[in-house]
């Protein structure tokens, strides 16, 4: 069970410090492999990524709070999807590991073993999501 208040306390605080934290998200994603850079070379206004930031967002909070299938079933068409792109099912987490790397280097010492916890938790959970498509 994740305790979703500690995923969006962290999340209310990250958006306080870093207004959009888009840029480092994606540098990030970057830095984890460097395959996935060319391939949003179509989307020049950043569109795409944004929304799929969006999407991914929207995702860890409704797995941490459990209300909906909606985001499980996000998940699993995003693996399929994605392979479309040349990804593999779990390469997909990677940008999930991208935003939690980032909220923890924004969150710096708030980063608390309690907080490690939880989205470590949140991580291996999403992981299991459709993982076998
Ligand atoms: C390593 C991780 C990922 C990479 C490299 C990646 C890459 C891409 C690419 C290249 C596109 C299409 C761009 C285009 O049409 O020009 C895309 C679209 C999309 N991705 Fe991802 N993706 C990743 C993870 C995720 C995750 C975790 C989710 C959500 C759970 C997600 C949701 C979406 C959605 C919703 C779109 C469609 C966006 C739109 O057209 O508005 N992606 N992704």
Redesign the pocket.
Known sequence: MINAAIITSTLETVSERCGDPKGRIFAR?YALDAK?EP??V??TDG??RG??LE??LN?MIGVAEGKSETPRL??EA?RM??DG?G?TPA??????VAMRDVFREIMADDWTADVDAEWTALLDELATIGAAA
């Open positions: 994603l996935f391939l949003f179509m989307d569109g795409v929304s799929m999407t991914s995702c996000l998940i995003a999807i994605h792109y990804l390469e997909v987490d990677l940008m999930f």
